[in-house]
């Protein structure tokens, strides 16, 4: 009951996104980030939520940032765990690709991992 009271926070989130930038001219811009607040639970093989979207019905926007929030919350201390390694962190991303994350957007996301080591010695925890 409270993890089906946790994820109405997609649908909250889309909702504070209209209400608060809605006011603007661009188009585009709302949609793009409603659609980041909206689907980045989904996953790749349909067992997100809040709609059960799969694959390329996911927006591409959506797609990339499920990979950076997941990534972000493995490597973060937060209160309720303590942060993995950096390579435990890469390690279940890839192994979430074709589940949880669009592979191809876990391939490029491989190839910067030396980059974004370097950002969270410099700016991490």
Known sequence: QEFEQMKRHV?????????????????????????????HHERWDG???????SGTQIPLCARLMAIVDV????????????????E??????????GKAFDPILVTEFLKVTDDINKVLKT???
Not at 13 to 39: H, M, Q, R, S
Not at 47 to 53: C, K, M, Q
Not at 76 to 86: H, Q
């Open 11 to 39: 649908i909250e989130a889309e909702i504070i996104v209209k209400d608060v930038i809605g006011f603007t001219n661009n188009k585009e811009y709302i949609d793009f980030i409603t659609d980041i607040a909206t689907y």
């Open 71 to 86: 990534f972000d919350a493995i490597v973060t201390n937060r209160y309720y765990k303590t942060a993995v390694p950096f």
């Open 88 to 97: 435990t962190a890469i390690q279940d991303i890839e192994n979430n690709s």
């Open 123 to 125: 700016y991490g925890e």
């Open 47 to 53: 067992r997100g939520y809040p709609y059960n979207l």
